[in-house]
Nanobody, 123 residues
Framework: QVQLVESGGGLVQAGGSLRLSCAASGRTFSDYVMGWFRQAPGKEREFVAAISWGGVSSVYADSVKGRFTISRDNVKNTVFLQMDSLKPEDTAVYYC????????????????WGQGTQVTVSS
């Protein structure tokens, strides 16, 4: 089992940047595909980005492609989400999640979840 703790959320103006971190503990971090999801008020939790266990491959939701970058440090057991050119519609609670084997975008495929960090983008 792996424990996940997100940090780095906050309030930012539109056009600004934030960098989210997710620290993992427990089993071997490099065994896991890592993903970021988000949930806005009244909406379902949606996929944002995911990265392979070795960091070679990554995928993004169309809504964030070109603005967000996912990365990982398997020495520090941490996955990051660099968010640039933020928009008010990016406002949500952001969650990191972990799964085995291949990258997927499906929320139900991820076994372990953090508690989330709030990101608020003002217009």
């Amino acid at each position: 089992q792996v424990q996940l703790v997100e940090s780095g959320g906050g309030l930012v103006q539109a056009g600004g940047s934030l960098r989210l971190s997710c620290a993992a503990s427990g089993r071997t971090f490099s065994d896991y595909v890592m993903g970021w999801f988000r949930q806005a008020p009244g909406k379902e939790r949606e996929f944002v980005a995911a990265i392979s266990w070795g960091g070679v491959s990554s995928v993004y939701a169309d809504s964030v492609k070109g603005r967000f970058t996912i990365s990982r440090d398997n020495v520090k057991n941490t996955v990051f989400l660099q968010m640039d050119s933020l928009k008010p519609e990016d406002t949500a609670v952001y969650y990191c999640a972990a799964k085995y084997t291949s990258i997927t975008r499906r929320r139900g495929d991820y076994y372990y979840w953090g508690q989330g960090t709030q990101v608020t983008v003002s217009s």
